[in-house]
């Protein structure tokens, strides 16, 4: 981040000053058709400066209303630019009047500023130009930044298949099934297989480069645990709390998934009377709060952060995905579970799917 920060602050230095030598080029040219005399190359040098020096403030004024909103944007920028190209009208016909008339200044003061609007129209370019090369630049970041999650995307879907729906796990799941079938339960180890065979059509066609509904995240997470009841029996008590109006907020696929597989691994299946998974989803703001928490063993945390060699399956690879996602537009933080267990927070922001009826 800071590598980009130097490259951007480079190239605006160097696009700035190759701009206003442009500048000064151009007017040099059109004083040699009007055959003006030798002195005025230095009034168009110094006009070049001034322009050069005057339009710096306003780069980080420009970056503190790049957020805001449109009408806000572009009034305060008409503004600003109005105001620096009368002042920079002011010192150029000073220089004009000082160094190429000789110190032959005008009765009228208004006359310092009659030339505003055509150095409006230079500040106003050179505004547009900002914009146009900063926004140019913040595509190119967004698709760096798309490329980015695009591979964590890839690289967590393949994790997903090789921690969470390994051999272990079908063979759990078969031979749960299996049991269920020699004990004439037919109709349950039917509906065992159905889940199965959705939970794996979900994993597998689920398309994790895409955001989807947290509703369609939900459904996957109540398949997969579904199926670890059978294993767990008693022993697995599931908690959803999902607050109404967060089912469309879209969410990163399978981003839950590693984090109830390590709740499943380290709180139920390590404790003989097993144990309590609750999955929470709430709005806070502008964000959308999700929350795995278990009663199980817990873990050393420090600043919510899990200590080295001790975060579990999928952690990490879960806040690289939502790095890569949400740039520093999120949160994920572990936090200790009361009266025990572990909880794991994310924080993201707010983004509701578009139904048809919006489309329409």
């Known amino acids: 981040m800071y590598k980009l920060f130097e490259d951007r602050t480079r190239q605006f230095w160097i696009l700035h000053t190759l701009g206003w030598l442009g500048f000064a080029i151009v007017n040099y040219l059109g004083s040699l058709v009007q055959e003006t005399r030798d002195a005025y190359l230095i009034v168009v040098a ?6 050069w020096l005057i339009t710096i403030p306003l780069r980080y004024a420009y970056q503190k209303v790049w957020h805001w909103i449109p009408w806000k944007m572009v009034l305060t920028v008409l503004l600003l630019a109005f105001a620096v190209a009368a ?3 002011a010192v150029r016909n000073f220089n004009y009047w000082e160094i190429y008339r000789h110190g032959a200044r005008p009765d009228d003061w208004l006359k310092y500023v009659r030339d505003t609007p055509v150095a409006f129209y230079v500040i106003l370019s050179w ?10 630049q913040t595509l190119q970041l967004e698709k760096q930044k798309s490329l980015t999650a695009t591979n964590k995307a890839h690289e967590a879907q393949l994790k ?4 969470q729906l390994n051999p272990h796990f079908l063979f759990n799941t078969l031979n749960a099934i299996s049991t269920l079938v020699l004990i004439n339960e037919a109709d349950t180890a039917n509906k065992m297989v159905t889940r199965l065979s959705d939970f794996l059509r979900y994993s597998l066609y689920k398309d994790p480069i895409n955001k989807v509904a947290l509703e369609q995240e939900i459904y996957a997470a ?10 767990f029996s008693e022993r697995l008590s599931i908690v959803f709390d999902i607050e109404p109006g967060t089912e469309q907020a879209l969410v990163p696929s399978l981003i839950l ?6 709740a499943i691994k380290y709180a139920v299946a390590s404790q003989i009377n097993g144990g309590e998974i609750a999955i929470t989803a709430k709005k806070f703001g502008h964000d959308l709060l999700l929350e795995v928490a278990d009663n199980g063993p817990g873990m050393t945390i420090n600043d919510g952060l899990p200590k080295s060699n ?7 690879n879960t806040k690289e995905r939502l790095a890569a996602l949400y740039d520093n537009d ?13 909880k794991v927070n994310i924080r993201i922001p707010l983004q509701l799917e578009k139904t048809e009826q919006e489309h329409a």
């Open 127 to 136: 505004s547009g130009l900002y914009f146009g090369i900063k926004y140019y």
């Open 46 to 51: 110094l006009d070049s400066y001034i322009g």
């Open 160 to 163: 997903m298949l090789r921690y």
């Open 222 to 231: 109540r398949l997969y645990l579904e199926i670890e009841r059978v294993r």
């Open 330 to 342: 999120f949160a994920l933080v572990l936090t200790h579970n009361q009266p025990r267990g572990l």
């Open 310 to 316: 001790d975060s579990g399956v999928g952690l990490v």
């Open 87 to 89: 002042i920079w009208t």
């Open 257 to 262: 998934q590693p984090l109830i597989e390590n």
